[in-house]
T-cell receptor, first 113, second 113 residues
């Protein structure tokens, strides 16, 4: 059974640009969550989607957005990139709202110059 | 606001030693607590999940305990091996939905051959 996949794995962008990251959950999983990991702040929750609907959102500015498609794949978008957005972006999937355990992907390493 | 603290931030031990990693959280009203492992540049691997009604969980050489009243959890690793070298993260779910985990900043473990 394939795990959570994230593309691209590495990305370099310039300040002011926008970026889209993709996450494909484990087959059969309908919930996808996104996290940002930085050395200073650690892992912080961005948002979660279930059945194409955003269920919960963390304390991030509106430049961070996401969506989920009918096949449960999810994308997150960051507009007007800032240097501080450089981070490892992780997504996690779980079967449904009744499932406790989350399965994480390998992450996308975003560097903003 | 829930805060999760992990002490120590880094730990170096000789192979074969038994060790304990600590995690504390400020709000004891949690639904579950998870321990994860993260290898450098990689995503997170779930190790153990303890639901609020449980006191401990075991998997192989790993044992995790939970004391909600004191806001503490410990991860016990028996007979440590060099392959155990990684960063260990604990995360709590205090909203019941499990999509929004609050993470500690981790303990970086090095097991020396």
């Amino acid at each position: 059974k394939a795990g959570v996949t994230q593309t691209p794995r590495y990305l370099i962008k310039t300040r002011g640009q926008q970026v889209t990251l993709s996450c494909s959950p484990i087959s059969g999983h309908r919930s996808v969550s996104w996290y940002q990991q930085t050395p200073g702040q650690g892992l912080q929750f961005l948002f979660e989607y279930f059945s194409e609907t955003q269920r919960n959102k963390g304390n991030f500015p509106g430049r961070f957005s996401g969506r989920q498609f009918s096949n449960s794949r999810s994308e997150m978008n960051v507009s007007t990139l800032e240097l501080g957005d450089s981070a490892l972006y992780l997504c996690a999937s779980r079967r449904g709202t009744e499932s406790y355990e989350q399965y994480f992907g390998p992450g996308t390493r975003l560097t903003v110059t | 606001k829930q805060e999760v603290t992990q002490i120590p931030a880094a730990l170096s031990v000789p192979e074969g030693e038994n060790l304990v990693l600590n995690c504390s959280f400020t709000d004891s009203a949690i639904y579950n607590l998870q321990w994860f492992r993260q290898d450098p540049g990689k995503g997170l691997t779930s190790l153990l999940l303890i639901q609020s009604s449980q006191r401990e969980q075991t998997s192989g050489r790993l044992n995790a305990s939970l004391d909600k009243s004191s806001g503490r959890s410990t991860l016990y690793i028996a007979a440590s091996q060099p392959g155990d070298s990684a960063t260990y993260l604990c995360a709590v779910d205090d909203q019941g939905g499990s999509e929004k985990l609050v993470f500690g900043k981790g303990t970086k473990l090095t097991v020396n051959p």
